[in-house]
T-cell receptor, first 113, second 113 residues
Framework: NAGVTQTPKFQVLKTGQSMTLQCAQD?????MSWYRQDPGMGLRLIHY???????DQGEVPNGYNVSRSTTEDFPLRLLSAAPSQTSVYFC????????????FGSGTRLTVV | KNQVEQSPQSLIILEGKNCTLQ??????????LRWYKQDTGRGPVSLTI?????NTKSNGRYTATLDADTKQSSLHITASQLSDSASYIC????????????FGKGTKLSVKP
């Protein structure tokens, strides 16, 4: 099993550009989520989904959109990149997000210049 | 405010020694507490999950404890190895089915030969 696959691993964007961070899991997990990790801070939740067709906002959703058309995929869209969005982004999935562990992807390191 | 505080911020130990990492939380309502290991440049990997009624849980050389009364947890690493060098993150899940995770900032452990 591949687990949680994130692409790309590295990306440099110019301010104002848009892009999509891809996340796919092959464990048939219902729960998927996106986090950002910044130096000196704990991971912060951007958006999450409890199943196909259902998404909700986390702690820091501004500037990001998500959709969940299939159980497997949960892409994160940056609409108009800003330097404040420079971060490492992690996608995670879980069987139900309540009492099961989360499986994290290996991350996407994004720099906005 | 829901918070997870970890100490120490960083720790250096010699290979073969034991160490204990601390986690204090003020999260309500409490659902469960997790410890994750994050190698540099990788996503977090789950070590343990403990619910309110569990005091101790082990995963190989890692033993986590939970005192729900004092809202404290610890992660004890026995006979440390060079591969234990990583950040260890305490995570508390709050709420019911729509609850989410609060991440600590982590303890950076360095194991020296």
């Amino acid at each position: 099993n591949a687990g949680v696959t994130q692409t790309p691993k590295f990306q440099v964007l110019k301010t104002g550009q848009s892009m999509t961070l891809q996340c796919a899991q092959d464990m048939n997990h219902e729960y998927m989520s996106w986090y950002r990790q910044d130096p000196g801070m704990g991971l912060r939740l951007i958006h999450y989904s409890v199943g196909a067709g259902i998404t909700d906002q986390g702690e820091v959703p501004n500037g990001y959109n998500v959709s969940r058309s299939t159980t497997e995929d949960f892409p994160l869209r940056l609409l108009s990149a800003a330097p404040s969005q420079t971060s490492v982004y992690f996608c995670a999935s879980s069987y139900n997000g309540v009492n099961y562990g989360y499986t994290f992807g290996s991350g996407t390191r994004l720099t906005v210049v | 405010k829901n918070q997870v505080e970890q100490s120490p911020q960083s720790l250096i130990i010699l290979e073969g020694k034991n160490c204990t990492l601390q986690c204090n939380y003020t999260v309500s309502p409490f659902s469960n507490l997790r410890w994750y290991k994050q190698d540099t440049g990788r996503g977090p990997v789950s070590l343990t999950i403990m619910t309110f009624s569990e005091n101790t849980k082990s995963n190989g050389r890692y033993t986590a404890t939970l005192d729900a009364d004092t809202k404290q947890s610890s992660l004890h690493i026995t006979a440390s190895q060079l591969s234990d060098s990583a950040s260890y993150i305490c995570v508390v899940r709050y709420g019911g089915s729509q609850g989410n995770l609060i991440f600590g900032k982590g303890t950076k452990l360095s194991v020296k030969p």
